[in-house]
């Protein structure tokens, strides 16, 4: 589990996967980052996802509140599959994306 804050200055890699149809609930998230699954704690209930392609999608901030909130910070990329991904194909997408930011080992 990371404990350690995010700061403004590192760069990162997130990956979110939502569960595809029935009625997830904010409980059936699940989060990586660098490549590692992190543990999601909530409060405040269980709220339910709507997974409706009639509903935008919303990244880096909570629009749907009185005050909405936005992440302060900028995305290299971002990306949308249709289906959840495997922990194996979240892995190799990281590793993928740090051969393309560092290069490969010699």
């Known amino acids: 589990t990371e404990t350690d804050p995010i700061t403004t200055t590192d760069l990162h890699v997130f990956a979110v996967v ?17 490549g590692i699954e992190q543990t999601l704690t909530t409060s405040g209930g269980t709220a339910t996802i709507s997974t409706s392609s009639a509903n935008n999608v919303a990244i880096g901030g909570a629009i749907h509140e009185a005050s909405p909130t936005y992440m302060n910070g900028q995305y290299i990329k971002v990306m949308i599959y249709s289906r959840e991904l495997t922990d194996l194909e979240i892995k190799l997408i990281y590793r993928s994306f740090l051969r393309n930011i560092v290069g490969p080992r010699t």
């Open 18 to 34: 939502v569960p595809a149809g029935g009625s997830p609930t904010i409980n059936d998230i699940r989060i990586w980052d660098d």
